[in-house]
């Protein structure tokens, strides 16, 4: 079993900056793909970004490319997701999941955190 918990959501201006902190706990977080997704009101859940437990990461959403970077420190059992030049479309409760594989179906995710809310005002 490996729990997941995030931290770092809130409210932020358009323009602003965030970082999101996923801490792990249970088994060998180091040996999961890390991933991030993200679903606002009404909309399905969404595929961000996602980092291997070799550091290779996976294609960024085209929503976020060039504006979210993902990360992972192994040796503290957390991961990150850094958000910049935040837009109001970005609005939503972001969760991270872990699992065996890189990929970008939530399905392929046997363990998810509670989720944490970002709001960007314009």
């Known amino acids: 079993q490996v729990q997941l918990v995030e931290s770092g959501g809130g409210l932020v201006q358009a323009g602003g900056s965030l970082r999101l902190s996923c801490a792990a706990s249970g088994r060998t977080f180091s040996r999961y793909t890390m991933a991030w997704f993200r679903q606002a009101p009404g909309n399905e859940r969404e595929f961000v970004a996602a980092i291997t437990w070799s550091g290779i990461i996976e294609p960024y959403a085209d929503s976020v490319k060039g504006r979210f970077t993902v990360s992972k420190d192994n040796a503290k059992n957390t991961g990150y997701l850094q958000m910049n030049s935040l837009k109001p479309e970005d609005t939503a409760v972001y969760y991270c999941?872990?699992?065996?594989?890189?990929?970008?179906?939530?399905?392929?995710?046997?363990?998810w955190g509670q989720g944490t809310q970002v709001t960007v005002s314009s």
């Open positions: 999941a872990a699992g065996q594989y890189g990929s970008s179906r939530p399905n392929d995710y046997g363990y």
